[in-house]
């Protein structure tokens, strides 16, 4: 039996080594690890921008995997290849489940005022979008935000807050999020897979039982 290919999609300034803690066998996945590509300007669209994240996926039928905004990336990208699954962990998959803060910050644009550095500061971005509560715990995942250029982080912040969702929503979506995910709260989301005591980094912190979630939605 020939393996289930898997793209991997990592959160808003993250890199592959968020997915680290999974534990998916070798012997029935071929995992595929994508990263942020630089923005060709602050103008491309959002679905430009996935149409050439698209160019990395080698294999038909794929499986999607995406993280937070790179949940919301899957879902783009999905509207221009042919998926097996599309599975988005800790994400939203219309804009009517972002919370009402960057709803907010859409309307008034204060996302126009983040002075460079603070955007390149990665620990006060987590301050502001993941609440003063996780500020304390940036320093364990530190490393998980590895990508800083400023181009990037100004281009997907806007994404995210100004998303307004798919087209069409993939029928084979699978939508996995935590009870304490303090991002994109459970309260604004519908049907998905719930894990209890889920953070907005449970990526980490819940990897068997997301690993156990993925592996079900495939084989099963």
């Known amino acids: 039996m020939s393996k289930i290919p898997i793209y991997f999609i990592p959160g808003l300034a993250a890199g592959p080594e968020i997915f680290e803690n999974l534990r998916l066998p070798n012997s029935v996945y071929d995992l595929h690890y ?3 590509k630089m923005p060709l300007d602050q103008e491309e669209t959002i679905a430009n921008y996935a149409k050439r994240m698209c160019e990395d996926i080698l294999h038909k039928n794929p ?19 042919t998926t097996k699954k599309v599975i988005i962990i800790s994400s939203v998959k219309d804009k009517n489940e972002l919370p009402k803060r960057f709803q907010l910050a859409s309307f008034t644009k204060i996302y126009k005022l983040f002075p460079s550095k603070i955007v390149a500061n990665l620990e006060d971005y ?9 500020k304390k715990r940036a320093a364990l995942y530190k490393k998980y935000l590895s990508v800083r250029d400023r181009s990037y982080l100004h281009w997907s912040i806007y994404n995210v807050i100004n998303w307004n969702g798919v087209i069409k929503t993939p029928k084979n979506l ?12 459970l309260k604004n989301v519908s049907n998905c897979v719930v894990v209890e005591g889920g953070t907005h980094v449970m990526i980490l912190r819940k990897s068997k039982t997301i690993t156990k979630h993925i592996h079900e939605s495939l084989i099963f």
């Open 34 to 36: 994508l990263q942020w």
């Open 63 to 81: 499986v999607l995997i995406g993280v937070s905004f790179g949940g919301i990336m899957a879902l783009e990208m999905s509207q221009y290849i």
């Open 126 to 134: 987590t301050k502001f979008f993941l609440g003063k509560s996780l």
């Open 174 to 185: 699978v939508h996995i999020n935590g009870t304490d995910d303090k991002v994109f709260p």
